[in-house]
Structures are given as structure tokens and as C-alpha cells.
């Protein structure tokens, strides 16, 4: 089956830096996407990784190994803005996102 | 502006009523999507359209049903058979091509009791 995986739930203090990882088993692989959701809200488009490497922008990097199947989302200088759900999904053989449960991020001042 | 709308917000409805929700994007995009959202669980794809006039099945798509007349609206009635239709309700569009973002409307977060 399809699987994504990432943490439930992280802390992290403003100003700091962290790292959502995700992993994933899935049928074909033709891309990684970040998305942003704040609570009761639309996702938002963070980062689209396809080949291996880091891809930064801004505040936010992602990184992405194909033979691992792993991504992580790195989000620097937090602000108590960056409180929210990171989804990560990923594109299948068929073009079709299989998507992880989000990691809900808490930042404390 | 452009974007994706959705209405309403919250929507209730008493169990064995058919409910529409409707989706509306002005993006010019091809494709459209329709998923639901579960605490703890990731977007579950219901219903995907990647022209007008036709339309396929998702993961989950009994109960509910689609329709795509125009390029600019997909709407979603949940139906009946539905057996736990309360959730968030996510309408999604994307440019043509195979692996371009989707742009997510706000939601909208139906009750039935």
C-alpha cells in the first residue's frame, strides 16, 4: 500500500529552527509537495521538490532523497505566525497526491 | 483577484437529506478536485475532474456524487448513502499538466446530525 509518514506533533520556540521530516512508500514518484495549513483554513503551497537535493526559499527549505523516500521541511527564524499544519504529499505513478495527516506545529514565545 | 471559492462555511443538515456544496474557480485551470479532511488523517481524495464533462472517481467516492458542465464550477453533493458525511470538505484546481501545485479553496465543514 501507499503510506506516508510524519510526526503528529512538534514544539518549538520562536526565533529557532526545525525540522518536520516526512517518509513514504508509494507506487511511482513524481514529485514531493509542502503545504501550509493554518486551522480551519485552505492548504497553501510551501515547496515542490522532484529531484534530490535542498530547494530554499525564503524561511522555509525542503530537502529530498529518493532512495531514502524521505523529505524533511525546515522553517528558520520561526514566528508565532509558523503555527500550523505541514502536509506532506506526494505525487504517484498516476499524477494523484497521497497525502500524510500534517504535522501540527506549536510555537511558544 | 483569483482564486477558488467555496460556499458556505458550515453547512448543516439533517440525516437522509442530499446536500450540494459548490466549488467555483476563476484560475482558467483544467483540473478539479474534491477531497475530504479527518482529524488525524491526511486529504482523502473524493472526486477528480481534468476537463469538463468528465470526471473520475477518488478513493473514497460512495455517497457522493459530481458533476462538470462548466470549466469554472465543480460541485459536490453528498448524498444519503453517505454513511459519515461530517467532515471538512476541500475543493482543490490545478493548471493542466501532471505535476503542478493545486490551490485549495477555504473549505467547508458540514455537520449532519
Known amino acids: 500500500g501507499q503510506n506516508i509518514d510524519q510526526p503528529t506533533e512538534m514544539t518549538a520556540t520562536e526565533g529557532a529552527i526545525v525540522q518536520i521530516n516526512c517518509t513514504y512508500q508509494?507506487?511511482?514518484?513524481?514529485?514531493l509537495f509542502w503545504y501550509q495549513q493554518h486551522a480551519g483554513e485552505a492548504p497553501t503551497f510551501l515547496s515542490y521538490?522532484?529531484l534530490d537535493g535542498l530547494e530554499e526559499k525564503g524561511r522555509f527549505s525542503s530537502f529530498l532523497s529518493r532512495s531514502k523516500g524521505y523529505s524533511y521541511l525546515l522553517l528558520k527564524e520561526l514566528q508565532m505566525k509558523d503555527s500550523a499544519s505541514y502536509l506532506c504529499?506526494?505525487?504517484?505513478?498516476?499524477?494523484?497526491?497521497?497525502w500524510g495527516a500534517g504535522t501540527k506545529l506549536i510555537i511558544k514565545p | 483577484d483569483g482564486g477558488i471559492t467555496q460556499s458556505p462555511k458550515y453547512l448543516f443538515r439533517k440525516e437522509g437529506q442530499n446536500v450540494t456544496l459548490s466549488c467555483e474557480q476563476n484560475?482558467?485551470?483544467?483540473?478539479m478536485y474534491w477531497y475530504r479532511q479527518d482529524p488525524g488523517q491526511g486529504l482523502r481524495l473524493i472526486y477528480y475532474?481534468?476537463?469538463?464533462?468528465?470526471?473520475q472517481k477518488g478513493d473514497i467516492a460512495e455517497g457522493y456524487s459530481v458533476s462538470r458542465e462548466k470549466k469554472e464550477s465543480f460541485p459536490l453533493t453528498v448524498t444519503s448513502a453517505q454513511k459519515n458525511p461530517t467532515a471538512f470538505y476541500l475543493c482543490?484546481?490545478?493548471?493542466?499538466?501532471?505535476?503542478?501545485?493545486?490551490?485549495f479553496g477555504p473549505g467547508t465543514r458540514l455537520t449532519v446530525t
Open positions: 482543490a484546481s490545478s493548471a493542466a499538466g501532471e505535476a503542478n501545485e493545486q490551490y
Open positions: 484560475l482558467n485551470h483544467d483540473a
Open positions: 475532474s481534468q476537463i469538463v464533462n468528465d470526471f
Open positions: 508509494t507506487s511511482g514518484f513524481n514529485g
Open positions: 521538490n522532484v
Open positions: 504529499a506526494v505525487m504517484d505513478s498516476n499524477y494523484q497526491l497521497i
